[in-house]
């Protein structure tokens, strides 16, 4: 069974950049699709972005475009997001997912497996 372990979270300043990870143990991300979340408080989670791993294909939330990036590096198994030009509603826990590589990628019930989450704030 695969564990995903999140990373690279914490406090930020209105404009800065954050690049969260997220590696896998016990498998392997090749026949997967894997996608960020986030959930602030007293909202629903929503989609962030994905990367299918096979292909390279990408996915945003049009919040997101343009100032987030999604990447996967083979080498190492794990999953990076990088974010730039943060903006206070940006402050949330993000969740890492993987899932089938042929489900809807901003759909929850596509990702069979969660990490624990990492909290990401953005001060103004």
């Known amino acids: 069974q695969v564990l995903l372990v999140e990373s690279g979270g914490g406090l930020v300043q209105a404009g800065g950049s954050l690049r969260l990870s997220c590696a896998a143990s016990?498998?392997?991300?090749?026949?997967?699709?894997v996608a960020w979340f986030r959930q602030a408080p007293g909202k629903e989670r929503e989609f962030v972005a994905a990367?299918?791993?096979?292909?390279?294909?990408?996915y945003y939330t049009d919040s997101v475009k343009g100032r987030f990036t999604i990447s996967r590096d083979n080498a190492k198994n794990t999953v990076h997001l990088q974010m730039t030009s943060l903006k206070p509603e940006d402050t949330a826990d993000y969740y890492c997912?993987?899932?089938?590589?042929?489900?809807?990628?901003?759909?929850?019930?596509?990702?069979?497996?969660w990490g624990q989450g990492t909290q990401v704030t953005v001060s103004s």
């Open positions: 997912a993987a899932g089938s590589s042929y489900g809807l990628a901003y759909r929850k019930s596509t990702y069979g497996y």
């Open positions: 016990g498998g392997t991300f090749s026949r997967y699709r």
């Open positions: 990367v299918t791993w096979a292909s390279g294909n990408t």
